[in-house]
C-alpha cells in the first residue's frame, strides 16, 4: 500500500509562491496517477491538478497558467509549484493516489494548509 506525506505549505502574502510536496512510501509510485486536492472551509474538497502514471496532467480552470504538478518517479514525490498565488486559494491541500485504470483517489495524506492573506 502507498503512504502519503505532504509538506511545503504555510502563510504567504497574495502574489507569492509555494511550492508543495508529497513523498509517496510503498510500492510501485510510478504505476500510481496522482492528484492534489485542496478543501477551503465550508466548501466540497475539488481537484486542483492531477499527473498520470505516464506523466500527462490536467488542472483545475481557476489554477491554470499558475499551479504546475509534476513527480519525480526516481524520489517517488509528487510536485505541486503554486505561483501568483491568490486568498481564494487557501485551503487544506491533499496529496492522493489511485491505481491507473482506477476512477476514485482511494489513498489520501494528511493534507498541509496553505493559507493566502491579502
Known amino acids: 500500500q502507498v503512504r502519503l506525506v505532504e509538506s511545503g505549505g504555510g502563510l504567504v502574502q497574495a502574489g507569492a509562491s509555494l511550492r508543495l510536496s508529497c513523498a509517496a512510501s510503498?510500492?510501485?509510485?510510478?504505476?500510481?496517477?496522482m492528484a492534489w486536492f485542496r478543501q477551503a472551509p465550508g466548501k466540497q474538497r475539488e481537484l486542483v491538478a492531477a499527473?498520470?502514471?505516464?506523466?500527462?496532467?490536467n488542472y483545475a480552470d481557476s489554477v491554470k497558467g499558475r499551479f504546475t504538478i509534476s513527480r519525480d518517479n526516481t524520489k517517488d514525490t509528487v510536485y505541486l509549484q503554486m505561483n501568483s498565488l491568490k486568498p481564494e486559494d487557501t485551503a487544506v491541500y491533499y496529496c492522493?493516489?489511485?491505481?491507473?485504470?482506477?476512477?476514485?483517489?482511494?489513498?489520501w495524506g494528511q493534507g498541509t494548509q496553505v493559507t493566502v492573506s491579502s
Open positions: 510503498g510500492r510501485a509510485f510510478s504505476s500510481f496517477d
Open positions: 492522493a493516489a489511485k491505481s491507473t485504470g482506477y476512477s476514485a483517489y482511494y489513498i
Open positions: 499527473v498520470t502514471g505516464g506523466g500527462s496532467t
